[in-house]
């Protein structure tokens, strides 16, 4: 049986994507992707407050991480930067994206501290992404390519597996990871999505291994245990679009949605943009930090 998903208060992204949950200032953060923008929502209840919106000086904001130095590395349109804990520019890296049909769109650190991101072309034209990595030392590295929607990264919790989503392929992959070099091998499908429940979109990985995607066009989020079978579906009432989650709060036992406009008829769907929260009876693991 499917459990309910309850929006946590009024739309507060465009295209909603990239959840993470602060642990250091208990706040959950998201970007407003298209809109160049990391939304700081505060607390799960920030329905009493208004969200903060902090500009990152990009068309895009592709997805953020907690850095270990403090503040917060975060993928933009073509490359990536550097922020503070108020979000007040440190660095900005040279564009390893030249080409302006290219832009950044979702990604995540493995456990040794690097910064992955993937990409997609604006007009999604298959195979033109490419999958990017930041090194602690600011240097960047091509992974591998031949992508057209890069979408959710996540690893296991000892680090020796990789799952990944490139959407338009309707599977989650999972990869060997070797986290001395950060190479990605033998890569192979761990579920396989009808069409017609959604597409799979970005990804969290529970303490327990099992695997949570959120179905873009599904309105809802799926969870696969360890071994690749259905467990567990969460429902998004009143959205098409939901586009990510990530675990967080008191014990990292609430799972957070982000929900989008992209492709809503004008009028439809007014809920979309909202984050949305539910506790499935699972506790999460705390996202890895970029070591730079």
């Not at 990869?175 to 190479?183: K, P, V």
């Not at 709060?249 to 982000?258: A, K, N, Q, S």
Request: charged share 20%; hydrophobic share 40%.
């Amino acid at each position: 049986m499917a459990v309910k998903a309850e929006a946590l208060g009024a739309p507060v992204a465009w295209h909603g994507e990239g959840p993470m949950w602060d642990a250091a200032e208990k706040r959950l953060l998201i970007v407003d992707m298209m809109a160049g923008a990391v939304v700081d929502l505060g607390s799960p209840e920030y329905g009493s407050q208004a969200p903060t919106r902090h500009d990152v000086g990009s068309a895009v904001a592709a997805a953020l991480r907690p850095r270990t130095a403090g503040g917060f590395a975060v993928a933009t349109e073509h490359g990536f930067s550097l922020f503070s804990r108020a979000f007040t520019l440190e660095r900005r890296f040279d564009d390893i994206i030249v080409d302006p049909g290219i832009r950044m769109n979702e990604g995540g650190c493995d456990p040794q501290g690097r910064f992955y991101c993937g990409t997609m072309a604006y007009d999604a034209e298959p195979g033109r992404g490419e999958l990017f990595r930041l090194d602690a030392d600011g240097t960047a590295h091509r992974v591998f390519g031949d992508v057209t929607i890069s979408n959710g990264l996540q690893w296991s919790d000892d680090g020796t597996q990789a799952y990944y989503n490139d959407t338009p392929t309707g599977r989650i992959d999972v990869f060997d990871f070797d986290g001395e070099r950060g190479a990605f091998e033998n890569r192979a499908p761990f579920v396989m999505i009808d069409e017609e429940i959604g597409h799979p979109d970005g990804l969290a990985v529970d303490a327990e291994g099992g695997v949570w995607t959120a179905l873009w066009g599904g309105g809802a989020v799926r969870r696969y245990d360890s071994n690749g079978r259905l467990s567990e579906v969460v429902d998004v009432p009143g959205v098409t679009n939901t586009s990510a989650c990530c675990f967080g709060g008191e014990g990292l036992r609430t799972l957070f949605i982000t929900t989008s406009r992209q492709d809503v008829p004008q009028g439809e769907q007014p809920a979309a943009g909202a984050v949305f929260a539910v506790e499935p009876g699972v506790a999460g693991r705390l996202l890895s930090s970029f070591a730079g």
